[in-house]
């Protein structure tokens, strides 16, 4: 059976090979950061409690110095890769393709064929899994259509990954974060809180009350991420999951989603509302913003009616 | 029951708020969290180690990052330019609907770097768009035409964000499953994904439709005069 120690051992040593070539670049801050994260997915089950606390207080403790930095591998320039595309035309596209289809068609195979049956994959776990076999199908069909030098898929994926930087390990650390909240009993604790502000029983107003905290407490950080574990503990899924029976799904995603409209609005989202403003030669800063409150509010609205509709009237 | 845990969840947004490095202020908010719900030290620093452990699997999809470097060297966001640029010719109001839809169909196909603020708004998305209007509309103010370039880059961030969320191995997709999973609720990544549909719709359907009113007053309040 496959399961999800392949996958990390897979992960793990896709990360073992980024922390090689910092190594050889002489980037050591990068090559200690992508080091732990690879022992991590290497050795992580086989670790302590406390020894696995101790590499993420490394982690951070690497990311804070600020010491990580981008590397800069040999590449094709801008001209040899229009004269690429041109000559490859859309079948680029294909091998990014492979990878969704392998996921979602190998789910639904396996969901409702006697392939499940078969026991092959780690049940609940087949999407991720087939995604990683998707992942080293469309690799091999790459590089077997266009021979690039060997260290090239290490190389180009290594300057993706330094330049996306610490934020890589961003999401999982916030999941860590909403375990932590969960174990700490944040959960029952805003849930009587909130009990005691929203009127017994007031399904749509919690679910108001819900969808409004993700887009504010996105707005104020700038992260709808961040936001996520907050808002989950605190009422998604004690009052809204637990005490009201929703749908889990609904809840999860659409909360998510109304963080987004929240993104949609803030300043604090620097890379995807001031950046571009520069980027485009606007006067003003927040000509972003201003361009995307007409869609982000009526957006909103209609994200909470599908919790609403999603989650406990369907 | 003490409310004291809850300084946890001031400390994730203060943090924020005062732009410190967020790994930092999240690891932080979790000791402080664990250490106020009467934990003890070391036994805090475990549960995030066990919680992190936990949670690999959100990490793991960066393993797609060797095919999309190899494809970006030869030439993958170059040919997503020139399939924007098929869509020369149509009116301000058509072309930014079709790049929010070429844009929300990619991200959800987990391409969701070939287009952006750099890769396409800045060098197509924004020039065409402002050549578009001015063959309908003749020539616009500096003011209409900044307008008109937020607009593209507004496109563009409506459709990454209301596209991403359908691809199923995206974190934040990943990061609602360990959520929710770590409350002892068990849910799957497609279950997520599907119903990031209904919103991706309203997306399309709310942002297509300003994008073809903001075309139709542009001519009604052209303020430059026609050719």
């Known amino acids: 059976m496959i399961t999800y120690a392949a996958l990390y051992t897979l992960a793990g040593l896709v990360f073992g090979t980024w922390a090689l070539l910092s190594l050889r670049g002489g980037r050591w801050a990068n090559a200690a950061f992508w080091g732990l994260l690879a022992t991590s997915f290497l050795a992580g089950d086989h670790m302590s409690d406390l020894a696995n606390g101790a590499l993420v207080l490394g982690l951070v403790a690497l990311a804070a110095s600020g010491r990580l930095r981008r590397s800069t591998p040999a590449t094709t320039g801008p001209a040899e890769r229009q004269d690429l595309s041109e000559r490859l035309g859309n079948r680029l596209f294909l091998p990014a393709l492979i990878v969704p289809l392998t996921a979602v068609c190998g789910t639904l195979a396996y969901t409702y064929t006697p392939l499940g049956r078969t026991g092959l994959l780690e049940a609940r776990h087949e999407t991720l899994i087939l995604f990683g076999i998707g992942v080293v199908v469309a690799l091999a069909t790459t590089l077997a259509w266009l021979r690039p030098p060997p260290v090239a898929a290490a190389e180009e994926g290594g300057r993706l990954l330094d330049s996306i930087g610490w934020a890589a390990i961003m999401p999982q650390m916030l999941a860590a974060l909403g375990a932590v909240f969960a174990l700490a009993g944040i959960g029952p604790l805003i849930g009587g809180l909130a009990g005691s502000v929203i009127p017994p029983g007031s399904v749509l107003l919690t679910v108001v009350v819900y969808g409004l905290g993700m887009a504010l407490f996105t707005m104020v950080m700038g992260n709808a991420f961040a936001a996520f574990p ?24 659409g909360g998510m989603l109304a963080g987004f409209c929240g993104t949609l609005l803030t300043p604090m989202a620097a890379n995807y509302n001031i950046v571009p403003a520069a980027l485009l030669e606007l006067r003003d800063p927040h000509g972003v913003i201003r361009q995307q409150a007409g869609t982000a509010l009526p957006l909103w609205v209609c994200t909470v009616a599908i919790i609403y509709v999603g989650a406990f009237v369907l | 029951m003490t409310l004291w845990p809850l300084l946890g969840i001031v400390m994730v947004i203060a943090g924020f708020a005062l732009r410190l490095n967020p790994l930092l202020v999240v690891v932080c908010s979790a000791l402080a969290t664990g250490l106020l719900a009467g934990l003890e030290p070391l036994a805090v620093v475990a549960a995030l180690g066990k919680a992190f452990n936990d949670n690999r699997y959100i990490s793991v999809t960066w393993i797609i990052l060797p095919l999309i470097g190899l494809l970006e060297r030869h030439g993958l966001q170059q040919r997503a330019q020139s399939l ?74 409506v459709g990454l964000f209301f596209g991403e969320d359908i691809f199923f191995a995206i974190a934040s997709i990943l990061l609602i499953q360990g959520v929710f999973e770590s409350a002892g609720h068990a849910l799957t990544p497609l279950q997520l994904s599907l119903w990031a549909v209904p919103s991706a719709l309203c997306a399309f359907a709310i942002h297509g439709s300003r994008l073809l009113r903001f075309d139709r007053r542009l001519g009604r309040g052209g303020t430059g005069g026609g050719q």
Do not use: C, W
């Open chain 2, 84 to 157: 924007v640029r098929t869509l020369r010719g149509a009116s301000l109001g058509r072309l930014l609907v079709a790049y929010l839809a070429f844009r929300q169909i990619t991200s959800a196909l987990g391409m969701k770097d070939i287009g952006g603020h750099a890769q396409t708004v800045r060098p197509l998305v924004a020039p065409m768009a402002e050549a578009a209007a001015a063959q309908t509309h003749g020539d616009l103010s500096a003011e209409q035409r900044e307008q008109i370039r937020a607009m593209a880059a507004a496109t563009d961030n």
């Open chain 1, 230 to 253: 907050v808002m989950a503990a605190a009422i998604g899924i004690p009052v809204l999951v637990e005490q009201y029976g929703g749908h889990a799904a609904v809840i999860g995603a």
